[in-house]
């Protein structure tokens, strides 16, 4: 009975991570970036209306240009699944105290 309690758990858990998928910001539809917990269809479009303009270089470029996605969203919906370019958001050092990413920085510290 307690190895058919592990089985049970383990198979569970597979499953859980079967069912969640990462959505790129530059690959997703509209319908994909919904499916994200975190982003409805205001912020599916404010994403796509960004990305119509060129794809997001990385986290920096993708907050500096979708207006109301910061370190506190971005974390969040990276939690969730939401990647650009197949990274997560883990650009905490770049974030000032306002919870904006300093783009300067940022951009400075990639060139190098």
């Known amino acids: 009975m307690h190895m058919f309690k592990k089985i049970l ?32 269809p205001s912020l599916s479009k404010r994403i796509l209306d960004a990305r119509a303009q060129g794809e997001f270089k990385d986290w920096g470029d993708f907050m500096s240009r979708v207006k109301g996605v910061k370190a506190k969203a971005a974390t969040k919906l990276s939690g969730q699944g939401l990647t650009v370019n197949g990274k997560s958001f883990d650009d905490t050092a770049f974030i000032d105290k306002a919870g904006k990413v300093d783009a300067k920085a940022h951009a400075a510290a990639k060139a190098k």
Do not use: R, Y
């Open 9 to 40: 758990a383990v198979a569970a858990m597979m499953l859980a991570v079967s069912s969640f998928a990462a959505v790129d910001v530059n690959k997703g539809s509209a319908a994909d970036l919904d499916g994200v917990k975190g982003v409805g």
